[in-house]
Structure formats: structure tokens, C-alpha cells
């Protein structure tokens, strides 16, 4: 009963955390439209536009890993007091159809199933597949690791000439209030610190079923 009531007592904190960020952050209104992009490839309906019932919530990461292919996306889904999550990975449709790099002789459907995909969809300019692992994932305990990082009080990166390789983009909608920040460089501040944790907690998550190689 004790550990029923604690669990009911984080979850509450959680979505209470996330509303009161986003209502202090309000909307970025930033053009990453390959996101959305890619979340319309996936059937989803982009977050940045689409507002959620009063007591729900919804957290998409994505991470771009730039010439190491497959790309990763994860997305938590807060309702009825609970935290769900998937995992996705997507390639440029070119990539994913004549393969992972130039060596590779794997038809399209071998690479699909070496990558733990049980969803597949080829969009107008990407390859998405949902991730059969997410099963084995403690969501409720990624929900809460993701609050202290405060990833719905990411500021805006600052400007940087280039890229480290990875690029993350962070989405979190509750509501009518909807938060996002793109962060390519991990040790320039102390919230960049943060979203590198973030990006490694991901690739921690994806380690299961690697398809990079």
C-alpha cells in the first residue's frame, strides 16, 4: 500500500513539474521542420501543432547521429496517471532502401529485422520503424530521470559554427503549452551538459538491439 501511494505521489509530482515549466517557457516556435517531417512519416501528428486534452502530456527526443545510421527517436506519453514510452528509429528513405553504408548487401527487410523493428514505414523522405524492445523499459523511472535533468527547462543553445555529430531535438507538450530546443554541442554550458545526458541516456535505452554497424 505504502509503495502503491509513492508511486501515485511521483507520477503526480511529474506532470505537475512539466505544466508549470512549460507554462514559464511557453511555445519556441522554432523551424525544425525535418521533425515534423519525419513525425508525419511516422503517422504521428506533429507535437509543435497539435495541442493535448487538459492532463495529458507528451515528450518526443530525437536524436540525429549524422553519418552513423539509424537515426533514434523516443517518445513518452503521459495519461490516467501513467507514463508510456516507444522507441523509433529512421533513416533518409535512400539509406535505408540500398542500405546502412556502401559495403552493405542486406536487402531492405534483413536490416528492418536486424534493427528489432516489428513497425515499419516508408514515408515520402524517410524510413521509420517502431522498436520492439520498449517492453523491458521502465518508463515511469525515464520520466522521472528526464525531470531531473529538466529538460522542459532547456533554454535555447547558443549559436555554434558547427556540430559535434550528435544533434538532439527536444519536444515536451502538456496541454496548449509546448516547449522545444535543439542542442548540438554537450559540454559548452551547464544545461548543455544536461542535454548530453539526455543523449546518452537514449543511446543507453537503444543498446539492446543496435543496428549501427
Not at 502503491?4 to 523551424?31: D, E, M, Y
Not at 525531470?147 to 558547427?162: F, M, R, S, W
Not at 543523449?199 to 535505452?205: C, F, N, R
Request: glycine share 6%.
Amino acid at each position: 500500500m505504502v509503495t502503491h501511494l509513492t508511486h501515485r505521489r511521483v507520477k503526480s509530482i511529474l506532470a505537475t513539474w512539466f505544466l508549470l515549466l512549460l507554462a514559464a517557457c511557453g511555445s519556441a516556435n522554432l523551424p525544425y521542420t525535418s521533425v515534423d517531417d519525419i513525425a508525419r512519416d511516422a503517422g504521428m501528428a506533429p507535437l509543435a501543432t497539435t495541442p493535448l486534452p487538459e492532463g495529458k502530456q507528451e515528450i518526443r527526443l530525437w536524436l540525429s547521429t549524422g553519418i552513423v545510421l539509424p537515426n533514434q527517436m523516443l517518445r513518452l506519453t503521459y495519461a490516467h496517471e501513467r507514463w508510456l514510452g516507444e522507441l523509433w528509429r529512421y533513416w533518409p528513405r535512400g539509406e535505408a532502401e540500398h542500405g546502412i553504408d556502401g559495403w552493405s548487401h542486406e536487402s531492405f527487410d534483413q536490416t528492418m529485422e536486424r534493427c528489432g523493428c516489428v513497425r515499419t514505414i516508408r514515408g515520402p523522405e524517410n524510413v521509420v520503424c517502431r522498436v520492439a524492445e520498449e517492453k523491458a523499459i521502465d518508463w515511469e523511472s525515464v520520466a522521472l530521470r528526464l525531470k531531473q535533468l529538466d529538460i522542459a527547462g532547456l533554454p535555447e543553445e547558443a549559436a555554434h559554427a558547427n556540430a559535434d555529430g550528435d544533434v538532439l531535438d527536444v519536444e515536451v507538450r502538456a496541454g496548449a503549452a509546448y516547449h522545444r530546443v535543439r542542442y548540438s554541442h554537450f559540454n559548452s554550458s551547464e544545461s548543455a551538459r544536461r542535454a548530453g545526458r539526455v543523449v546518452q541516456m537514449m543511446k543507453d535505452l537503444d543498446s539492446t538491439v543496435r543496428c549501427d554497424h
